[in-house]
Every structure is written in C-alpha cells, then in structure tokens.
C-alpha cells in the first residue's frame, strides 16, 4: 500500500488538528501556516499538504499572501523531485504570476518562473544544466537562502534518480551531476550513498530499480480466436 499523499511525519498535532477541522478555510490560520513553513525549511522537514492548503487560503485572500512564504514552498517542493509537488503547487498560484513573459515587473513572477527551469531541468534529468542555472544568478541564491541544507538536499534526491536508473556511471558525468569535485565528491559518494569509486567509474549497488529483468511476452490468443478477428475484417458492413 502506498503512502497517502497528505501524510507527513512531522507534521505538529496543531497543524493536523487544522487540515483536518473547518479552520483549514479560515483566513486567521494563515500566519500558523506561514510560521509552519519557516519551521519546514529551518529543520529540513516537508508537508506539501499543509503547504498547499495554505497556496489555497492566498487564493481565496489575495491581500494575505507573502512572496517570500510562496517562494521558500516551491524552493521546498524542488527538494522532493521527481515528485509532482512543485506542479501542483505551480497550479493554486494565480495566473498573473505564472506569466510567460520575464519582462513583467512582478517580482513573485519573476521568481516563480526561475524556479519553473530548475524544475523542468530536473525533470529533463539536465542535472549540470540545474546547477549552472542555479549558480547564474544572485537572485537563484536568494530564492533557496531560507531553505536549510538547498544543495545536499538536491544532490540527494539527484543521487536516488541515479541510483533508481543504472548500475554503474562515469566518474567525471556524475560530478557534473552532483557539482562536486575531489574529496567533497569522493566522501559525498562513499559516506553519503555507499557507492564504489573505481577509478574512472562509480559502481552503484543493485537493487530493485536498476536490476536488469527479463521479460517473457506470452500470447494466450486461440486460432479460432485468429480466425474470427480475420473474417470480421472482411466483412462489409450492412
């Protein structure tokens, strides 16, 4: 059985006692919920339920929303790719910020619509594109300033895609992917993910993803199946 999407391990019993009661549409629990994702991104916790009810409260109280709150749940979602949490937030903000243009003088939209590229970097697996988007820019550094441990967090979630897709990965491809070089990428992959560096190449352990499966197709079609098929397709219609 899967984990339900509203779970969240951490989250605090006032906070549950909210999603779960008539409060979650009231407009004065909008300061607990910011407050709640200040806690999230200073103690590398996650909810994406509570962050969205909380997008959903700015949408329904414009006049309440706080660009920085706004910024630091979709710098957040980031850290949980491949995961569909940063477009499901992207859809509960209003349709003014996601405008395409970066001409616009809106500064929330000018941050949304860089935190879109890095997600869609990351979903394209352009995880160097990521990092040399992510270092392009003053603005970028700010965007993730609040959320604690930004780039540990990504290179973990860009180490598990890794590890879910191959079995073993050249040393110089997987420091472009990680941004890392020398001793911070050798400790990064030996303490971290408990991978082998060997040599030129870094072995990833086997397991349940990354394990080549044979497959046996069977067809269990009849010949008077095959041969029904083939006379109705020389049938001319009535």
């Known amino acids: ?35 709640y994702v200040a806690s ?3 103690n590398q916790t996650y909810d994406c339920y509570a962050n969205m009810a909380l997008l959903k409260l700015y949408q329904f109280n414009p006049h309440l929303t706080r660009d920085e709150t706004t910024t630091n749940i979709l710098c957040k979602a980031l850290t949980v790719f491949p995961s569909p949490d940063f ?15 970066l001409t ?16 869609r970097q990351l979903n394209s697996c352009d995880y160097a594109g990521f990092w040399a988007t992510l270092d392009s820019d003053d603005l970028y550094a700010d965007l ?4 604690a441990g930004f780039d540990e967090l990504m290179r973990v979630r860009i ?6 897709a191959v079995r073993e990965v050249e040393r110089p491809l997987l420091e472009s992917w990680l ?5 911070e990428f050798e400790q990064f992959v030996r303490g971290v993910c408990g991978w082998e560096v060997d040599g030129p190449v870094v072995r990833v352990p086997m397991n349940k993803e990354n394990e080549a499966k044979g497959t046996v197709v069977r067809e269990n079609v009849r010949f008077d199946q095959f041969s029904r098929m ?8 009535a």
């Open 1 to 35: 059985m899967g984990v339900p999407f509203d779970f969240a391990p951490d989250r605090p019993e006032h906070i549950d006692a909210i999603l779960n009661g008539l409060d979650r549409y009231n407009p004065e629990t909008t300061a607990v919920f910011q407050d």
């Open 40 to 42: 999230q991104c200073e």
């Open 87 to 101: 477009s499901l937030c992207l859809a509960l903000l209003p349709p003014s910020v996601l405008a395409s243009s």
């Open 104 to 119: 616009s003088s809106d500064s929330l939209a000018e941050a949304v619509q860089k935190l879109a590229e890095l997600s």
């Open 144 to 147: 993730v300033a609040d959320v």
């Open 159 to 164: 180490a598990v895609t890794v590890s879910q």
């Open 179 to 183: 941004n890392l070089r020398g001793d």
């Open 230 to 237: 083939i006379r109705r397709a020389y049938e001319q219609p």
